[in-house]
């Protein structure tokens, strides 16, 4: 049995009998004859029913959020705000992916040559609990107005979830297939990315699950995207505006109670307002709102499995054992981990070095530009940074000696449907959203007419 469990109260929610392989098998069957149609359906009419998806999406909301806020703790006006996110990762696709996808004529000797965009066929996806809906329907909108069919393998904690994002499809009218959950641990994931009939596989969670889905996909010669983790630095120069970029980093760090890939890690802030900026900062995260996640003014919810606050819990007590000091914060009751900020964070501290999944940050201060570009790349991931500047150039500059998949500019990282989205070394490989998102599962095929 695989548990659903409410991480704020501890109550067991619903048991889901796990899916035998002879459930995968029939689900994979169905997936392969649905394919078989859903391929020849025109762009307008996959367009249609992706609409109908955001329709359904924005007019049960409260009932979709309030199953993330219960089974893994995220505050309800956040969980709202992510449904209203995925109605319109929904649209995006739907009014973009016909020109996206359109066949290109590209001028060579031949008389006529051109490019096509074609469907691949089943393909399998593999995500995460923190943005239970957003994470798969950033991989769903895109991979079904292509031709595609899904099969999804949800975080055993958010099987709920996955069972309404299969819901919405149907609700839609989407051909029965197109979408299929799969009630499924991680140990049956191999079973299912070796079948022959699925042809690629995407995963979003931590490095180690990462690798091990791209090491099969890779035996089999199977195309794999991975979204892993990271440790974005939010980078304060001193000639930022500090009012504002003290709200934005608060929010960088603290939002989804601190369980986000892109959420500001490593705040790394300039000796000269270093104290100030210190200041104001904490001022805010004493101010963050803490309780029932289910309550509208809540702010900071629970962690989604006592295990990830107490994972957090030691790489803040490891970190002050190396000689880091705590703000405020640093401690946890079962889910809950406190907003914690720390001083004199050092490169080797797994504050720094390491992802810290919920709402916690280290402090580390730099005297030059050339320092900061060295903090922000030393580390093992590359999602993305935020720098806070008001020169431009000084922007403009550094930007070439950033290894990461995104820069913002006095902004936190985000993702939107228009922006490609994911990262370089151990955060992962390939893209989400935007036209090159839904390029990562299609043939793209070469025609020549001599
Ligand atoms: P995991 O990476 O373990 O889980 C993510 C997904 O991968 C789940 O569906 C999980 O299934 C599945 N999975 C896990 N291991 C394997 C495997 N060996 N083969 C196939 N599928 C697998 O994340 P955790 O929940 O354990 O969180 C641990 C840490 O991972 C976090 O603290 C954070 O650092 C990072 N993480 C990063 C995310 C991101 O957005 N980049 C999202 C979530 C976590 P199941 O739940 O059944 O194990």
New binding site residues.
Partial sequence: MILSKNPYTGETLQEHKESTSEDIDKALEKATAVFREWKTTSFSFRSKLMLKASEELKKNKQEYAETITKEMGKPIKQAIAEVEKCAWVCEYYAENAEAQLAPETIETDAEKSYINYAPLGVIMA??????PFW?VFRFAAPALMAGNVGVL?????VMMCGKNIEKVFIRAGFPEGCFQNLTI??KK??EVVKDKRVKAVT????E???G??AATAGKEIKKSVL????SNALVVFDDANLEETVKTCVQARFQNTG???IAGKRLLLHNNIAEKFTEMFLKEVKELKAGDPIDEDTFIGVQA?ED?AK?LEKQVNDSVEMGAKILTGGVRKKAFYAPTVLKDVTPEMPVFKE?T?GPAIGITTFRSDEEAVKLINSTQFGLGVSLFTKSREKAQNLIPKIEDGAVFVNELVKSDPRLPFGGTKKSGYGRELSKFGIREFVNIQTVYFK
Wanted: charged letters at 15%; aromatic letters at 8%; hydrophobic letters at 30%.
């Fill in positions: 593999i995500m995460p609990w923190n943005y994470q393998k949800h975080a055993s904690n641990g991680s994931v191999e995963l979003t969670g931590s180690g699950a990462g091990s889905v979204e892993l983790g990271g369980q986000s890939c499995r990830l994972d992802e999944f």
